[in-house]
């Protein structure tokens, strides 16, 4: 009967992780007032209770077990490596394959490039355009440089303050912009001052 009871008592009680030893000890506590097959189920039934107060106990101490081995095993590491070095941290893994870094460094250099090139077009294109109107006004080249032109201003109306400017400071080949009439007035009278030194010249000659 006892073997019947201890067959029983495993299959029913099987997920509580009981050792063989325990279950044979119910089963022998059980064969002694079980004398029928028929009573098995009911007196099996009637130790589960039992079971999972062994069960509570049982888990109570794996966990203390478990928590005491912890300790147990840091202890441990303490002692062989007293001192132990810190783990070199791990080199971040770039995501982009070094091929592609290479094409997007040489696309970041080229557009540097460009860039600067394109500043130099427009720096020098203000320059010419700033020489030219400084030569309108009857500005000497050499004193362009002192005057400071912002990007954004307008080069006729600066070049224009600054020629009344370099006037009213008494500078030396500074001159009052002519009118039309005035260049029109002094293009003829150069025309006329040729035409007489050439009629001068060939009467020299007859």
Known sequence: MKEKILVALKTKYKTFGF?????????????????????????????????????????YVRNEKSGLQKQLDELKKKIENPNPQ??????????????????????????????????????????AQVSAKAKEYGIPETLVPILNIPNDADLDTFMKDAKQTFVNAGFQGVQVPKTAEQRAEKENHDIATMINKGTEEINKQN
């Not at 030893?21 to 589960?48: H, M, N, P, W």
């Not at 941290?89 to 394959?97: I, L, Q, R, T, W």
Request: net charge negative; hydrophobic share 30%.
């Open 19 to 59: 050792s063989d030893k325990a279950f044979d000890g119910v089963a022998d506590y059980l064969s002694k007032t079980v004398t029928e097959e028929s009573q098995i189920e009911t007196a099996i039934d009637g130790v589960e209770g039992l079971f999972k107060g062994f069960q509570g106990d049982v888990d």
């Open 86 to 127: 810190p783990k070199p941290k791990e080199e971040k893994k770039d995501d982009v394959p070094a091929w592609a870094q290479a094409i997007i460094d040489s696309n970041k250099s080229l557009s540097e490039k460009l860039a600067g090139y394109e500043q130099e077009r427009v720096q020098a294109q203000r320059n």
